[in-house]
């Protein structure tokens, strides 16, 4: 079966370094995705891996291991409108996106 | 800007009356897809639009339907809304070319409330 795994919260304090994990088992990998989804809104696009390694995007980092099927984002420098919802969501072979239930950041001052 | 617009925001009805929820794209993206979330939950794909092409998800319940009459617009109906039904949803539109990241765009949301 498909299956995306990340935590449901995580706290973290203002000015800090998070990281948020991923893991997944998909039948097909054609890349990995995180979105960022505050309280109420739609996702917003944050970061594609599809090969192994660091994607460094500002104060934002994604990570890809394809062969352990897992991932992070990595946040430094927290902000306090950094406080939302991470989605993870794996592209299968028909460009289809099977996301994970996210994970919900707190943001302490 | 181009943007995915959906109409209404905010949506209140009767268990039971039907509802039609709006989505518009100036993205002229060939995909287009409805997503209902539940909180703290994924998204879950209740169709797609390939085109013209309709593709329906093997668990998305008869209750729901959609049309895209054009390229721009897309609608979700709702024929006999529940109290489980009650839930974002979520359009979103990305150009699929068979290569590389399928970039999701999502519109705004509509939240429905089932009394």
């Known amino acids: 079966g498909q299956n995306i795994d990340q935590p449901t919260e995580m706290t973290a304090t203002e000015g800090a370094i998070v990281q948020i994990n991923c893991t997944y088992q998909?039948?097909?990998?054609?890349?990995l995705f995180w979105y960022q989804q505050h309280a109420g809104e739609a996702p917003t696009f944050l970061s594609y891996n599809v090969l192994d390694g660091l994607e460094e995007k500002g104060r934002f980092s994604s990570f890809l291991s394809r062969s352990k099927g897992y991932s992070y984002l990595l946040l430094k420098e927290l902000q306090m409108k950094d406080s939302a919802s991470y989605l993870c969501?794996?592209?299968?072979?028909?460009?289809?996106?099977?996301w994970g239930a996210g994970t919900k950041l707190i943001i302490k001052p | 800007d181009a943007m995915v617009i959906q109409n209404p925001r905010y949506q209140v009805t009767q268990f039971g009356k039907p509802v039609t929820l709006s989505c518009s794209q100036t993205?002229?993206?060939?995909?287009m897809y409805w997503y209902q979330q539940k909180s703290s939950q994924a998204p879950k794909l209740l169709f797609h639009y390939y085109d013209k092409d309709f593709n329906n998800e093997a668990d998305t319940p008869d209750n729901f339907q959609s049309r895209r009459p054009n390229t721009s617009f897309c609608f979700l109906d709702i024929r006999s809304p529940g109290l489980g039904d009650a839930a974002m949803y979520l359009c979103?539109?990305?150009?699929?070319?068979?290569?590389?990241?399928?970039?999701?765009?999502f519109g705004a949301g509509s939240r429905l409330t089932v009394l």
């Open positions: 993205l002229n993206h060939n995909v």
């Open positions: 969501a794996v592209q299968d072979s028909n460009y289809q996106l099977i």
């Open positions: 979103a539109t990305s150009r699929v070319t068979g290569s590389g990241a399928n970039v999701l765009t």
């Open positions: 998909t039948s097909g990998f054609n890349g």
